[in-house]
């Protein structure tokens, strides 16, 4: 099968979100079953085109957009094993120091920075003559892709409805791009598909309700999840939609790059370790305090490299991290600019117990999930998070929110039976999340009941095995609806 990837972000090219980890590796497993497989991503100010030997195809093409027509360049990149990824170069929407925006907000034109690339995405696949059986979209930005393809390409003479299949994978349903009706005219998509029934939503637009309306298949990164946005609660504002289309929708588990986080061979701690032998990991927590300036102590260590915002739980942190007084805190992360300064403010006045790193660094986040006992996810919703499943790979044990991929992918400690790789906790308040605090660092004391769920976690599975095989039978299913 021919196989496009559609998405805004995409390692080892650039990262932001958990998107890029997703596209950076799904690929390449798929194009090992003998896929024909390609990705297509904006080509971002930041990255290095000399360093991912990026070769130019085409020097100027145009997409339409609103009444004119914007140029644009491709490029092309082949260091990914079996994956050509394609650039979309555009000096008006991509040359940016940043991906969606800065620390104040969103770019204001973030609207028609989508539109532009959605569209470009079918023109790209006529350019090098790749005739995808089915183009996967990733989150709202290319959410409009699947709406071109039923609407203004319908009767191109390159697509045929028929026979070009389109999956959309919804990677967190908070960012669902919704902007004002007259946005709508950029998009050159017929006035008649600006209904409830399709691209309409409360009087505005509403790109990732286009993806789930258009798209011939749904997905999302966790079966809780799937279950949890047709709920009210959870849905923000799209539950109904997702509910009609409940017979295409199903949730699947991301796994992770299991070679470039693995304990046993990762170069960038400081020791090597396994389930089999986990003393070295101490020298790893040793190393991280050292690193961090914090005091070499064997007072628990909580870790988190994370998105600073409010879905993240970040407001438990702040009403908790001062009460962890025997233990150290470690963040390493950005975001939003309230969470950013009264973490700083916490950092300046407890420099022995608390450690903020306002950066991504990849090596430090090495570090972390290697060097941590604890890792945190209190996320007032996970559609799945990886950050849970590459802590386990180090041994270093969540403590999270039960909800979406997090109820899914950590069991909860059994000191009885010594089952469980974590700790999780129910309600999105304080009481709550500190009461599972409580409960790592009490079973932390306990030398033989944690040596035990470090062991559980170092042996957890979360290779791209699985998924893969659950994602190739999707593509298979799309495509026998065709014939």
């Not at 990991?281 to 005091?295: G, H, M, R």
């Not at 993240?312 to 007084?325: A, H, N, P, Q, S």
């Not at 041994?395 to 039976?417: Q, Y």
Request: hydrophobic share 40%; glycine share 6%; aromatic share 12%.
């Amino acid at each position: 099968m021919k196989i496009l990837f559609a998405g805004f972000e995409c390692l080892p090219y650039i990262k932001v979100g958990g998107v890029s980890d997703v596209l950076g590796t799904l690929p390449q497993f798929i194009a090992k079953h003998k896929h024909d497989v390609r990705i297509i991503l904006p080509l971002h100010k930041k990255i290095d085109r000399k360093a991912f030997k990026l070769k130019n195809l085409k020097n100027q093409f145009f997409i339409p957009i609103a009444n004119e027509v914007e140029p644009a360049q491709l490029w092309e990149s082949k260091i990914q094993e079996g994956v050509t990824a394609y650039f979309i170069e555009s000096t008006r929407f991509f040359a940016r120091d940043e991906v969606y925006g800065t620390a104040d907000g969103d770019y204001s034109d973030n609207p028609l920075r989508y539109i532009f690339f959605s569209r470009a995405v079918l023109e790209v696949c006529k350019i090098v003559d790749f005739k995808p059986d089915v183009i996967h979209c990733n989150d709202m930005q290319t959410g409009l892709v699947s709406a071109y393809l039923r609407t203004v390409y319908k009767t191109d003479a390159y697509f045929c409805q028929e026979k070009v299949k389109t999956i959309f994978t919804i990677h967190n349903i908070a960012y669902q791009g919704i902007y004002p009706e007259s946005i709508f005219y950029a998009t050159g998509i017929s006035r008649d598909n600006f209904c409830s029934e399709k691209l309409e939503f409360y009087g505005n637009i509403n790109f990732m309700k286009a993806g789930i309306v258009y798209s011939d298949l749904i997905t999302t990164v966790s079966p809780s999840y799937a279950r949890e946005i047709q709920q009210q609660d959870q849905g923000k504002g799209l539950e109904g939609v997702l509910k009609s289309r409940e017979k295409s929708l199903s949730g699947i588990i991301n796994g992770i790059d299991v070679n470039s986080w693995n304990s046993q061979t990762d170069s960038t701690i400081k020791a090597n370790y396994s389930s089999k032998a986990i003393s070295n990991k101490q020298i790893c927590k040793a190393d991280l305090q050292k690193e961090t300036s914090l005091p070499v102590n064997d007072n628990p260590v909580f870790g988190m490299v994370s998105r600073l915002d409010a879905q993240k739980g970040f407001d438990l942190i702040l009403e908790t991290i001062e009460k962890l007084e025997n233990a150290q805190v470690i963040i390493l992360g950005l975001g939003q600019r309230y969470f950013q300064d009264k973490l700083s403010e916490l950092a300046a006045k407890y420099p022995l117990r608390i450690k903020l790193m306002l950066d991504f660094d990849n090596n430090m986040a090495h570090k972390i999930y290697a060097g941590s006992d604890f890792f945190l996810m209190p996320s007032h919703f996970e559609p799945c998070g990886l950050g849970q499943m590459i802590a386990m790979r180090y041994g270093t044990i969540p403590v999270a929110r039960k909800v979406g991929g997090l109820f899914d992918t950590i069991k909860e400690f059994n000191s009885v039976n010594k089952t469980g790789t974590g700790f999780l906790f129910d309600e999105p308040k304080p009481e709550s999340f500190l009461n599972a605090l409580t409960r790592a660092e009490d079973n932390f004391r306990n030398k033989t009941n944690h040596e035990a769920l470090i062991k559980n976690a170092l042996n957890e599975d979360f290779s791209w095995n699985l998924p893969v095989k659950e994602y190739l039978k999707l593509y298979k299913n799309s495509a026998r609806k065709r014939k």
